[in-house]
Structure formats: C-alpha cells, structure tokens
C-alpha cells in the first residue's frame, strides 16, 4: 500500500493517525480479532460468533435463532457473543441465521445473518414461495409469503428437508393481492384468495382489525394484505370502494 503524507493536522495529531493506520495495516484481514488468543471471534463481516446453549448439535445450515448478548463466555468485557436459546421459537420475527459449520452444543461457531447461503428446508409442494422462515414443526424453515431469507434456489419435493440456496437478509413482509371469498366485518376476519404471480395461489385468512371503520367488505372484493409479525395474522390494509 502506498504511503501518503498526512497533512491538515498538527504534529502529534498526525503521530496518533500515523500509528492507527500502521496497527490497522498490521492486523490486515484479521482486524476483527480480540487479543485473547482463546476467546472466539466474528471473522466475517455477515455472520455473528453463536455460543449454542440449546443442549443438542446442530448441523451446518441450520436455521438459528438469536438470543440476548452474553459476555459470559468472553475474556474481554467489551466483546459480546450471542447465545441460541433451545429451541426456535413461534418468534420468528427475530434475528436468526444459518450456522455455517456444524455447531456442538456448548461450543462457539459462526451464524451468518446476511448473503447468500445455503440451508436445510423442507420443501412440501409446488406453490413456490418466494421466502423462508422457521414455521415448520420445531422451527424448521419452511418456504412462506414472507420472512428475513429469499429462495434464490430449492428443488420441489413432497415434504422432504433439503438443502435450499437462499439470500439472507432483513425481514421481508411484501404487500400481495387477494380477493375475499366472504364478506369480511370490521373487526372480524375471513378467507381470501392470495394471488401472485398473475394468479390465486392460496386460501389464507385475513383480518379486518386496523382502520377498519363501520362498513364491512364484501364477497369478491379485490384488496391488498400484508402479514403482521408481531400479530402473527394476515392483515387486510386496503379495499376497492
């Protein structure tokens, strides 16, 4: 790396910058790592260092659900790992991850929360859900209308756990069409037909429950529908007059 003269700043200002960036240089790749030789460490800027206190082992690609930041398990106070609680939860509404290698239970091993990964899923029919999220038995991931990882790739199987290509990220909760297939009252719920794609896909039920005034909506109306992690309920956000 070429070196430049630093300027613009008095003599001890440019000592300190001067050194900064010669112990920078020195730590090259590996700046993230802390000075204890035996505490683990994020080498990636996409994946978090997981202690798994879940009492079983998982595999490489498995979903893993975050808890609480620990320090229990570092030398330096100022590092903070993330601990799995056992096992995932109805909460997939917060951050997990992949597990890159496999992760013994007990032990340290980097969960990447962001990018491209591969991971387990089951795979049960062809309607070709665009995301993935952890609804299936136990929290194992299944292919849904929404949630924090996109299907980039996954063969069609009946029921069966695969690995799936996916891109990992922030929560997605898309806004899709639908038609009621019942009048639907304010405050209550009902099905719709879910469509994407140019067509029906699935009967899901939508809620009534925000702005939803006095008047009820009508069978065969078209209407948009968003799902609302937090009331884990499809929610009705818009209707045609």
Avoid at 80 to 90: F, L, M, V
């Amino acid at each position: 790396m070429a070196k430049q003269r630093i300027t613009g700043f008095n003599s001890d200002a440019r000592k300190r910058i001067g050194d900064t960036v010669r112990k920078v240089e020195a730590m090259g790749p590996r700046m993230s790592q802390p000075l204890a030789s035996d505490t683990p460490r994020d080498e990636n800027l996409n994946c978090v260092m997981v202690l798994n206190s879940t009492g079983y082992d998982l595999r490489a690609g498995d979903a893993v659900i975050l808890g609480e930041p620990s320090q229990t398990a570092a030398v330096d106070a100022n590092v903070r790992y993330y601990t799995s609680p056992a096992p995932i939860t109805a909460n997939y509404y917060k951050p997990w991850g992949v597990a890159i290698g496999p992760l013994k239970d007990g032990k340290f091993e980097q969960v990447q929360l962001s990018g491209v990964a591969t991971c387990y899923a089951t795979i049960s029919d062809s309607i070709e859900r665009p995301y993935l999220a952890p609804i299936g038995t136990g929290g194992k991931l299944k292919p849904s209308w929404w949630g924090p990882a996109e299907i980039v790739y996954a063969d069609i199987a009946s029921n069966a756990e695969k690995l799936v290509l996916a891109r990992l990220g922030v929560l997605q909760t898309p806004i899709y069409k639908a038609v009621t297939k019942a009048s639907i009252s304010p405050t209550g719920s009902g099905n719709v037909g879910l469509h994407y794609s140019g067509s029906e896909r699935e009967t899901v039920t939508a809620h009534l429950n925000w702005m939803e005034g006095v008047t009820s909506i009508a069978n065969g109306t078209e209407c948009l529908i968003r799902w609302f992690p937090d009331e884990a309920k499809w929610v009705i956000i818009n209707a045609e007059c």
